[in-house]
């Protein structure tokens, strides 16, 4: 089992999700998101379902009041119009670690990371999916501006642009700390199954 701590570190959550957070389904019935998982606050939830944007497909026990009603707060809602995914990966700091599971890129080491350039910029490197890995603070120092041959290093895996589903099933991997009984019918209904 992967160490999934420092993945969860790195997501900041709102206060609002810490209380009966409901998990967001696209119109397929699958998460919008893994990782980070697609949560709202209990209060987005109910005013989607208010505006008939969602559907309450699960409920948690706890119970809302208002003046003139009360409603179970909602766990798992379902867009009413599908969101299409994104054809291409964000080159974002977030989406390299999650394409390199939060791993150096040189030594495997997990935990805290940064990015190092493969070819150094200082040597034309450019800051592009192919070029920029994930790498713990000591490989990144031990490499600075050499290539890899110079350092005595070497790659893991070569860096490619990851798509988008593969980085949404990298996200698999890495489990909020919270998960509610109602979602997990629907966080791994894909997956495949056990003999």
Sequence with gaps: MTDTSFASNFVRSSGALKDHPALVLNADYRPLSYFPLSLWPWQ????????????IIAEYDTVAHSPSMEMRLPSVVVLKDYVKPAKTAAFTRFNLFLRDGFTCQYCGAQGEMTFDHVIP??????T?????????????????????????MRLRATPVRPHPEQLQNNGRRFPPNFLH?????????DAELEA
């Design 44 to 55: 987005e939830a109910v005013k989607a379902a208010f505006l008939d944007r969602v559907q």
């Design 121 to 126: 910029r200082a040597r034309g490197g450019r």
């Design 128 to 152: 592009t999916w192919d070029n920029v890995v994930a790498a713990c603070s000591p490989c990144n120092l031990r490499k600075g501006s050499k290539t890899l041959k110079g350092a005595g």
């Design 181 to 189: 009984e109602s979602w997990m019918d629907f966080l791994y209904w």
